[in-house]
């Protein structure tokens, strides 16, 4: 299955309506000083939407990804205008402050770093005409997250595995792809060494643990999606990875979503959205005779059927998100 050009406007009407909807809004805020409690909009004027900051930043990937795809959706001088309120000088400079402020080292790390260069990526490489001046004023905070992934991989001694924002692997293989495409190899370097750090001497990976209640990526998965970009080897690294990959039932087969007006358990429709992604880019890796290939592409449709019918008209516990994913999903 693949993103129809129905899909994709369906789609891109998520974030063109919830990246100008303030509220309700998740804030993760440190305050240094009473002048610190604002709301979303002066806090990040660019990514106040679509309830939480990563969320925006990938609801703007979103919609760029659309236009990639079928450049005459019906919506594209919505978006047009969209970008054009948003993406100012002024509010680059304010949303670049608030990550320079002290003691917010931490804010967005790493999830919201591997989306802010993603939507760089996606900046760089559309075929818009306004695109190139709306990456040029982006690329202030653009650099400044490229040095802090840099930074924070040079300390972090221990990979993240949760299945959350703080997922290490996830994070490091969407800098990998920004890295690539603009030929950056000093950040390329520092993902591949960090990869390879973390990562090359794991063995019979314990994914019967997967899924945790909330998760909506797969630990498992998206370290072996990064390796995949990474190994020398990948196939026989992956052998000795998930040996037994097809009797893994908690990681092969989709997530159960009981209440998608939660917004934890809602996670769980991300979850089969994302392991789709991983398990594409998976079986892409893998020579065609591998005998992990008929469960990979098996698990694929499972999990495309389990959640992808549940994006478009969702509740917003999901439907602020999960559009991107499907997005990936679908790629």
Known sequence: MSLSPIQAEAFANMPLTFLRQEYPNHIMHLLNDDGDVLPPRELHPIFYGCFDWHSAVHGYWLLLRCLRRYPELPCREAIINLFEEHFTEANVTRELAY???????????PYGYGWLLALAQELAESTLPQAKRWSTLLEPLTQDIRARLIGYLEKLTYPIRVGTHYNTAFALALGLDYARSRHDAELETAIIDGANRFYQNDVNYPAHYEPGGDEYVSGALCEALLMSQ??????????????ELAGINALMQPAVVSDRTDPKIAHLDGLNLSRTWCFKRIAAALPAEHPAQPALQQAITRHLEASLDHVVGSHYSGGHWLASFAMLALE
């Open 99 to 109: 990550f320079t402020a002290p003691f917010r080292a931490s804010f967005e790390r």
């Open 230 to 243: 990474v190994s020398a080897d990948f196939p026989a690294w992956f052998d000795r990875y998930l040996p």
